[in-house]
Structures are given as C-alpha cells and as structure tokens.
C-alpha cells in the first residue's frame, strides 16, 4: 500500500502577523508524506504573500479578495496531495494537532473535523450559534455533529473535489461539506482541539455574521433532506390550524378564513419542501 500524500492549504487575507509562524510550526511537525504547503492569498493589501513565501509556502495569489471559500477551493484544485489538511492562518489552529486528524483518517474515515472545545469559540454568541448549528445538522443526519463550521480539517482530497460545484465563495464551506459528505455516504468523524486565539483583525461583522447564522441554517436543511426540515414546520402550521379550527366552531360554529389560510400554508411548505427533496436527491445523482 502506497503512502498518502498530503496538502496543507491554508487560506489568508492580511494574515501577515501570523501566517509565518503557522507555517514554521507544520514543517516543525515533521509529517510523514508532506508534500507542500499552499497558501491561498486571497488579495491581502498587506506582507501575507511575500512572509509566506520567506516561510517556504507555495503561494496563490487571488487578483482581489474572493472570500475564504474561494480560496479553499482553489487551494484544493492546485493540492497534488491524496489528503488535504485545511486550516486558517490567524494563528486559531494548532499544527501539532494535523497528526492526530491524519490518524484518524487513516482509520478509514473520509474526513475528520478538528472539534472546538469549551472555550475555543471567539464569543459566547458564536458558541451558542455554533451548538445551534451542531444540533440542528445532527437531527437532519442522524449523527452526532460536534463542530459543524469548524475549518481545520482533513480530508480526502479526490472526495472533498466531488463538491467544489457547491461551495460557496463565503465564510459557510464548512458547512456544506460536512453535510455533503453526509449526504453523500461518505465517512465523517471529529477530534478535540482547542483553538488559540486568532492574531490579528477579524473579517467578521456581527450584521453580516446574523445574515450567516440564517443562511447556514437553511444550508444544513438544503443540503442533506429538506423534507425533513419542512415536514415538521408544515406539521405544525398543520397542527395549529386544527386547534383554531375546533376553537372557532365550538365558540361560533363556524371553519374561519384563518383556519383555511393555515391549512393551505400547511400544504405549501409540505410541497416546497417534497420539491426541494427532489432537488437535492438530483444534486448528488452521480
């Protein structure tokens, strides 16, 4: 049996701080079958790219900033590697914990999700949106989910490629590839990290976060069976329509426009979602 091959990818946008040290620190892991370190400069107006390259990285440079899913996905298209180890350069993901993953892939698992512990997360907000996340995906795959928007990962490079189509280009790719691996058969675990504190300015805004937090929860349901999100909110509506049904004919003897408004939206959002079923069974066709 050959022995794998591995990518370090790691996005940057103005990580100059920082993006030399995580580099130095993966070399100093001494890897077995480490075959390159890319870093996706993805149009920082400061030294990521040149520091990055002083440090012995690969670098691609976007012309102008694409979003950090973009960069994942060009990082992976250019990986030569059979694994590919993704992780941020603010500083957040520790290099000493890329074995462990890689470990556990070996293990026969198709990608392992470095899991945030108590503590790691960058507010208590983004902890409570992240346990959110987490219990939601792990209701819609039946498995338990304990970091859905993690970045550090790895994972099997020909597999990850299988998706590029759905990444999208912003913060969220996370979590669409944790949920199309799922989706898709494929093979998912988790090993506890504990992320350091990210060096350097965030690009994340709470307005444009709040917009993210609704996006990433229609994406869980979008991406792996809409029915079974849509089913229990048309059961609901369904549900409580009934109640104001038997309500109003006790009281004035009568079926209401109300009670006719929730039964046909009841039926809407039960059609939307059989729709949408059949979409997403399309999407992973072949």
Known sequence: MKANKISVVIPAKNESLSIANTIEQIYAENIPGLLEVIVVNDGSNDDTKVVAKNA???????PYSKGNGAAIKTGARQAKGDIIIFLDGDGQHKPEDIPSLLKKLNDGYDMVVGARQKGSQASIGRSLANKFYNGLASYMTGHKVEDLTSGFRAVNANKFREFLYLYPNGFSYPTTSTMAFFRAGYSVSYHPINANQREGESHISPIKDGIRFL????????LYSPLKMFLPISGS?????CCYYLYTFITMGRFTNMSALMFTTALTIFMVGLVSEQITNLMYKD
């Open 237 to 241: 509506v369904f549900l409580t329509g």
């Open 56 to 62: 012995g990285a690969t670098v691609i440079s976007h």
């Open 215 to 222: 996006l990433i929860i229609f994406k869980i349901g979008t």
